[in-house]
C-alpha cells in the first residue's frame, strides 16, 4: 500500500492548496483501498503496519456491506494543529459511508482510517430492537439460572449436616450428694 505524501500544516489554518491535496490523498487511498483483492488485503495484513493494518480492517469489515466503490463525494478538511482529518462521503454499490482519514501534520503520515457504514433509521431502529431483546434475554437467563441456584440452598444445607462430626454426648449433672442433717442432741 503505498502512502501519500501529507503535507504538514504549521498552525491550525490550511491553505486552499493544502486542503485540495488532503482531499486528493484520501480519493486516492480509499479508491486503492476498495480495488484491493480478499488476498492482497491479507498479505498488506501480514505485513503488520499500525496504519494499514487498521485501515484495512475496517474496509475488511465493511467491504461486504457497502459492495463496489462508486464514488467519492463530498469532503470536509479539519485541523486541530497536530491531525488533518479528512471526512469524505463515499458512495458504494450498496450503502454510502463516510470514510475518516487522520494524517499527522509533524511526521506527515496518516495514523488512521476508519470506514463507517450509513445507516438508515429503520437499520439503527432494527439494530436497537435486537440489542435490547439480546439484553432483555440475558437478564431473564441470569434470573432463572439465580432461581435455579437459590432452589439448591436446601440440597446444601442437608449436605452440610451429614458432613458435621457427631457432637459428644453431653455429660449428665453428677447427683448433689446428699447433705444428712445432724438433728441436735
Known sequence: LSC???FAAKDKV??????????????KVIEQIAGLSDEEIQNYLDQDDDFTTAALTSWKNAKDELGAFVEVG????????NNVIINSDVTYENKTANVELIANTKTSA??????NINYTMGEKMEQAGLNTLMGLGIVFLMLIFLSFLISQFKHISKLTEKN???A???LAPAPAPAVVEEEPE
Open 4 to 6: 501519500v505524501t501529507v
Open 14 to 27: 490550511l491553505t486552499e492548496d493544502q486542503v485540495a491535496s488532503y482531499k486528493s490523498g484520501a480519493v
Open 74 to 81: 463530498e469532503q470536509t478538511v479539519t485541523t486541530d494543529g
Open 110 to 115: 496518516y495514523e488512521s482510517m476508519a470506514f
Open 164 to 166: 458435621k462430626p457427631a
Open 168 to 170: 459428644p454426648a453431653a
